[in-house]
């Protein structure tokens, strides 16, 4: 029986780059681009009749802007929706707007200056469509509730003081993809001040990981930052990889250093999970923790292994609670996961794994 194709509504007032993203679309044997509307007054009367698997929605556009059109759509008949913008940096409290709002991904706008960006544009886009076709998404009245982050010590007593410092802290690698932003911060609020350090790498374009960082640090108890090439990771810290280039964890001496690389898309993104993990099982071991969470495809599920087979604890969020299970679903099926749980679990076991380590006298 062949397999269905994932059938798209573009929505955008440019006529040139609906065409564009159809092209794009229609190029993919999996993916069938089910017609095209210039505002949401006309991409409404098009739901009437028909519902696609996924909607792509532009921002700026005249009579009703898009972020007004997502929140109705969200609110009356939920269906994914990928935000594709033009957005830089200065405007990204939109972006942040839009996942608040519902939207499942947001990619660029096409870069047709060269071939390699419009490459790599496409296959992004095409990712972007296949996994939210796969996204659960719920009218924001039906949200899952996450329970706020609580005082201090409420989740795990600090670490005991005194102790003799050990040779090289503890560290927390974190992956994610679609739905990991609100995951991320769900998780992230709930952590005290003396949280492990944490290097993240979220599936996210150029030029919106900083403001990510930013935002997430407004409302977080541990600092939280776009990281930084050479600088040391310490204890209370979060450390978001910048968008499009990979992060890696290094050793130096007694400490850990981050390390900011180019390089090609790997399991077919930059940053990728996978650099992150096996930097992390080369010169960290057994001394960290590898959490996989929720999104599209299999980045992270090798690299958790290989942090597994060197002695490390790892963690997979569990199905229910991620918006979609492919990376997780594949990191255990690699075998690399040695425990599942859910996204509110997910800070309790990061500090039961840290203070475990402080009590042995590690880490």
Known sequence: ?????????????????????????????????????????????????EIPDVMILDIEMPRMDGMTFLRKIMAQRPIPVIICSSLTEEGSNVMFEAFEAGAVDIVPKPKIDTRQALLECSTRLREAVKSAARARVRPRSERRVV????????????????????????????????????????????????????????????????????????????????????EPVLPGCAYIAPGARH???????????????????????????????????????????GVIMTGMGDDGARGMLEMRKLGASTRAQDEESCVVFGMPKEAIAHGGVEKVVSLNHIPREIMLWYQAGHVAGVG
């Not at 609906?18 to 017609?35: A, F, K």
């Open 1 to 49: 029986m062949p397999k269905e194709k994932v059938r798209v509504l573009i929505v955008d007032d440019s006529a040139s780059v609906r065409q564009i993203l159809q092209t794009i679309l229609n190029d993919d044997p999996d993916i069938e681009v089910m017609g095209t509307a210039s505002d949401p007054f006309a991409a409404a009367r098009r739901l009437q009749n």
């Open 147 to 230: 329970e706020k982050k609580l005082t201090a010590d409420a989740i795990i007593p600090p670490p005991v003081q005194g102790k003799v410092r050990p040779t090289t802290e503890r560290i927390v690698c974190i992956g994610a993809s679609t739905g990991g932003t609100e995951a991320l911060n769900d998780v992230l609020e709930m952590l005290p001040p003396h949280c492990p350090p944490i290097v993240i790498v979220q599936h996210m374009p150029a030029g919106f990981t900083a403001a990510f960082a930013r935002r997430l640090d407004s409302v977080c108890q541990v600092r939280v930052k776009e990281a930084e090439d050479g």
């Open 247 to 289: 992060m890696l964890l290094q050793r130096i001496g007694l400490r850990y250093q981050i390390a900011i690389k180019d390089g090609p898309p790997v399991s077919r993104h930059r940053p990728s999970v996978d650099v992150l993990f096996r930097s992390a099982a080369q010169h960290a071991g057994a001394n960290a923790l």
